[in-house]
């Protein structure tokens, strides 16, 4: 059964951290590149950082530098550490290959408020 299962997320204040991790079952976790995607109220789900089965990364600009994404091929998992947090960072974070072509998760809500 394909799944992504999202976790991590939180309130943190402006400035903050947060680590949020994603696990996927049922693929060929190491074949895909992935990705990291976020939805703010109101708004279109958008792609926020992206890694390539090499490792290779994109990030959006609204994140570069204050986002990373990682992945772990033996636990099929991708991560993705998020400094500097800001208000507008505040949405339901999603995770999925970089054609969204799987199932999407529950994904794991990020609120930066003071």
């Given amino acids: 059964q394909v799944q992504l299962v999202e976790s991590g997320g939180g309130l ?10 994603c696990a996927a079952s049922g693929i060929a976790f190491r074949i895909y590149h992935m990705a990291w995607y976020r939805q703010a109220p109101g708004k279109q789900r958008e792609v926020i950082a992206r890694i390539s089965t090499d490792g290779s990364t994109y990030y959006a600009d609204s994140v570069k530098g ?3 994404i990682s992945r772990d091929n033996a636990k099929n998992m991708v991560h993705l550490q998020m400094s500097s947090l800001k208000p507008e960072d505040t949405a339901i974070y999603y995770c999925n290959l970089v054609t969204r072509s799987l199932p999407w998760g529950q994904g794991t809500q990020v609120t930066v408020s003071s």
């Fill in 12 to 21: 943190v204040q402006p400035g903050g951290s947060l680590r949020l991790s």
């Fill in 66 to 68: 204050r986002f990373t």
